[in-house]
């Protein structure tokens, strides 16, 4: 067995007795990425020095008998977005290619005080801006399961990463799905934690109302780990939940019974693969012969979840990327003739397509004479879209349905068709508008290629989501399934 392939308790356990150590557990992942990373392109800028020096002061802190975070000595890959003081974070854009922030995320404070150790930052679609890893500045990101497929978007890079067995958890963003679907994509564990559960503090903003930063690891044990690392309240953050953390490792019991599930009709209707229905129908009836309940339900604005979606996001997308102005930090054209060309020409060279088009349909969205009839409006359905779930978690301990409505795709295949790109998130957009948490767990092959099941819950009900699926996959041992590559 690959030390990849344990968990992060069981590497606690051989670390404490001395059977590892932190300096071999970063040597096997900077291995791994040199075998590797060429053919799958997971990370943007590598902390090879810095880790091992790190990977030497944790060694000797374990011989001396030192106390031992959550996430001692564990390799980890942080999304480009996420800011890292001193390590190029560039967010998948050459606006930032020269940007070293002066500050770390909340959330890798967090991590540095749990006692993981970053391995480097990981490749993504520009600006979080994408659903395949296509719209990286740099290079896309192949999908280890196979090398002529994309392995989602926008956290692409961190879900391939831990698929292919570089790094033992990653880090990403959720905004519309960023988590969940690459997840699906590369058969491994992603979740959007409860808005507002985990300070957005150093997240580079895309659209302020719907990020979020969560874990995608090999397993869901191992996300509860890391979500109960990064989690709490952080008062740098306006949108900080101020709510008591639980202990989510106590909730992976195992057991299901008495569960209420709700299942969306909207979600395993038109537009979804006939193997990947089949596959969750599957994964419900597992649920189902351990004691839980299940029955069909609906939440009817789902349609309008799309159009409500990239109005809001791209409205807020265009307020955010306003401070890119080649003024401050990141690209600067060469020999401007006014303020104006200087914006204009910084802007032009640094911004990817994606980046572009959706800056232009969000500021078209807020300009005089339209605001209310489309960002005002897609605020109004968004409410909708909320209390469609509310009125369900009144019945309901969670709801189901699958995470994607298609296993990946080819690289180069939609690239061309924004639209049919952008209906790829059907099943995890409503989700991001309601705010509420959902994790994405494999749950079998179609083709050759992983499957996700996306658990939702009620919001800041983490441990019933993990609950679930931890029970689920223990029955199962679909997670344990492995790309070719890895």
């Given at each position: ?18 059977q ?20 799958i392109?997971?990370f943007?800028t ?7 020096k ?10 001396a ?6 996430l ?6 942080i999304k ?15 606006f ?26 990981l ?23 196979d ?42 564990v ?8 985990v ?34 309240h ?18 992976l ?45 609906s ?7 799309i ?6 996001a791209?409205s ?7 401070r ?30 994606e980046?572009?088009r ?10 005089s004479?339209?605001?209310?009839a ?9 409410t909708?879209?909320?209390q469609?779930?509310?009125?369900v ?11 994607a409505?298609?296993?990946?795709f ?7 068709d ?33 499957v ?15 609950r679930?699926a ?11 399934l492995?790309?070719?590559l890895?």
């Open positions: 067995m690959s030390v990849f392939d344990l968990k992060l308790a069981e590497i606690h356990n051989r670390l404490q007795n001395k590892l150590s932190v300096s071999e557990l970063v040597e096997h992942s900077i291995q791994r990425i040199s075998d590797t990373d060429d053919k392109g997971a943007l590598l902390n090879e020095a810095e880790a091992r790190e990977a030497q002061a944790l060694d000797a802190q374990l011989a008998g030192g106390e031992q975070g959550l001692f000595g564990i390799p980890a890959g480009d977005n996420i800011v890292t003081e001193g390590l190029r974070t560039t967010c998948g854009s050459k930032l290619d020269n940007h070293d922030p002066i500050y770390d995320a909340a959330v890798v404070t967090k991590l540095r005080a749990a006692q993981s150790i970053t391995i480097g930052k490749n993504m679609d520009e600006f979080a801006m994408g659903g395949s890893n296509e719209n990286s500045a740099y290079h896309p990101v192949r999908n280890p399961w090398l002529e497929r994309v392995p989602g978007g926008s956290s692409g890079g961190s879900a391939a990463a831990v698929a292919a067995g570089q790094v033992y958890f990653t880090l990403g963003s959720d905004t519309g799905g960023s988590i969940r679907q690459p997840a699906a994509y590369c058969g491994v992603g979740l959007k934690p409860t808005y507002g559960l300070s957005r503090f150093g997240l580079v903003a895309f659209a302020s109302s719907l990020d979020q930063i969560g874990p995608i690891t090999k397993n869901v044990e191992d996300s509860a780990y890391v979500l109960q690392a990064i989690a709490g952080d008062e740098r953050d306006t949108t900080s939940a101020n709510v008591e953390i639980p202990d989510y490792l106590s909730a019991t195992g057991d299901v019974k008495g569960l209420r599930i709700g299942v969306p009709k909207e979600y395993l209707g038109q537009g979804i693969d006939p193997q990947v229905k089949e596959r969750v129908l599957e994964a419900l009836k597992v649920l189902e012969s351990m004691g839980a309940v299940w029955e069909e339900v939440l009817p604005h789902t349609e309008y979840a159009a409500t979606y990239y109005l809001l791209s807020e997308a265009s307020s955010n990327l306003a890119f102005d080649g003024v401050r930090y990141g690209v600067r054209a060469e020999d401007p003739s006014n303020l104006m060309d200087l914006y204009r020409r910084s802007r032009s060279e640094g911004f990817g397509a980046v572009k959706r800056i232009m349909l969000g500021t078209y969205a807020l300009s004479g339209y605001y209310d489309y960002y005002k409006k897609a605020q109004q359905v968004r909708l879209i909320k469609d779930f509310d009125q978690f009144e019945k309901f301990d969670l709801i189901i349905g699958p995470t409505p298609t296993t990946a080819k690289l180069g295949e939609q690239v061309g924004p639209l049919t790109m952008y209906l790829n998130d059907i099943c995890t957009i409503p989700v991001s508008l309601a705010g509420v948490p959902a994790i994405s767990v494999p749950c079998g092959l179609a083709d050759g290629m992983p996700g099941l996306q658990i939702i819950g009620k919001p800041f009900d983490e441990r019933t989501v993990l679930a931890h029970a689920f996959e223990s029955q199962t041992g679909f997670h344990n492995r790309p070719a890895s």
